[in-house]
């Protein structure tokens, strides 16, 4: 390998960790007994979806989609039979809907009394194309699997949340990081579905600058190894290493970094563990559509498209998403009921995974709600 392509290997391996963080983890405390002693709301139920002959906007067809997700709680209906307490909530790339049980998401949200009371409120929780449970290119298509984008992947949600659930209506429409960008595709392409939106750590434009480059970077760290031999690999090719190590590094927050670990010796050792969690659940076919499928994702131009309150919340200490761009200051002036928050930096503030952190932003949920009550 040339000089210069190891650069860019090692540029890659800083950057492409971090937006897996949370994934890891969340799936680690899924399972924990903890976690389910700690469950003050309803079992989450299981599902699949089976799509027939889904087309997806390359033109190439699956004859068979399956669509994982879960939910809690049960669906109400009006007198005019309108589901009228469901809430949509939609995960970051590489995650899934189980990422959403975690007790720092759902035990400050589904509890009794709590913003989103699972007792009150019937909540999806979907597994994009592509992760967790749904058909994915590990399945054994590998690269020869459709090569979905956000289009395809908000297309599929609405026939989980319509044709498998029967749900008409949606009280809110909420995601993280790709599921911020997913609340705004879903704001535009089904305006009359939803009551509300509560988009999270995202920007509602094309990803390019820094954002595109650094995703670019890590897709060519494995796409430039010669072990991924073209998606067909018997073992995870070494450029998948490089290409989650860059996620650690766009992910967390500077502050908290260095409190957490003052020292080379403790620094080196979580980066270190981080990879290897990060390599025992990630596959490197997966790690490229994930990335891929936000290449055409824009949703500038019909931002005055959408007509349901929005409140758009973002953290001042998001490397993906910085303030001093002042992107989402400007496009939230096209969305006719938009609102956007920028959340200062705090002792409670984590990056861009401070979206899971719900604590920090719950409070701008109680008022959305609020303000979008039907009478």
């Given amino acids: ?20 963080r949370s994934a890891p983890a969340d799936a680690q405390a899924q399972g924990s007994s903890q976690q389910r002693a700690e469950r003050n709301y309803p079992e989450p139920q299981e599902g699949d979806y089976i799509a027939r002959d889904f087309r997806f906007g390359s033109g190439e067809v699956l004859s068979e989609l399956k669509l994982h997700y879960l939910t809690i709680g049960t669906p109400q209906r009006d007198s005019s039979g309108r589901v009228s307490n469901a809430v949509l909530i939609m995960h970051g790339t590489g995650g899934s809907g189980r990422q959403f049980l975690s007790p720092q998401f759902a035990g400050e949200l589904y509890g009794p009394g709590q913003p989103l009371d699972a007792t009150q409120h019937f909540i999806i929780l979907p597994d994009a194309i592509g992760h967790g449970g749904s058909s994915k290119p590990s399945d054994g298509l590998r690269m020869k699997f459709p090569q979905y984008d956000y289009d395809d992947m908000v297309r599929a949600q609405h026939l989980v949340v319509t044709q498998a659930l ?22 535009e392409v089904y305006p009359d579905m939803m009551d509300a939106l509560l988009p999270l750590a995202c920007l509602p434009v094309e990803i390019a600058g820094r954002n595109r480059q650094w995703r670019k ?51 080196d050792k979580s980066a270190d563990d981080y990879v290897a969690r990060a ?78 952190r719900a604590r920090v932003w719950k409070h701008y949920l109680v008022e959305l709600l609020q303000q979008t009550a039907r009478p």
């Fill in 217 to 267: 970077l890590a897709m060519d760290a494995i796409r430039n190894d010669a072990s991924w031999q073209n998606g067909d690999y018997t073992e995870q090719p070494v450029g998948l290493r490089t290409a989650v190590a860059m996620l650690q590094v766009v992910g967390p927050a500077p502050h908290q970094q260095q409190k957490s670990l003052p020292t080379r010796e403790q620094a």
């Fill in 1 to 20: 390998m040339r000089s210069s392509a190891r650069v860019v290997v090692r540029m890659a391996a800083v950057i492409a960790l971090i937006l897996f």
């Fill in 279 to 356: 390599l025992r659940t990630t596959d490197a076919n997966n790690f490229l559509y994930y990335f891929n499928a936000s290449r055409n994702y824009n949703p500038a131009p019909k931002l005055d498209r959408i007509t349901a309150p929005l409140v758009h919340i973002n953290f001042a200490d998001d490397f993906i998403n910085p303030p001093e761009l002042g992107i989402a200051e400007r496009e939230i002036q096209k969305v006719k009921r938009g609102r956007f928050i920028l959340v200062p930096i705090s002792d409670d503030t984590v990056g861009h995974g401070t979206h899971t």
């Fill in 166 to 187: 029967g749900v008409n209506h949606l009280r809110l429409v909420m995601g993280t990081s790709m599921g911020c960008m997913h609340s705004f595709v879903w704001a």
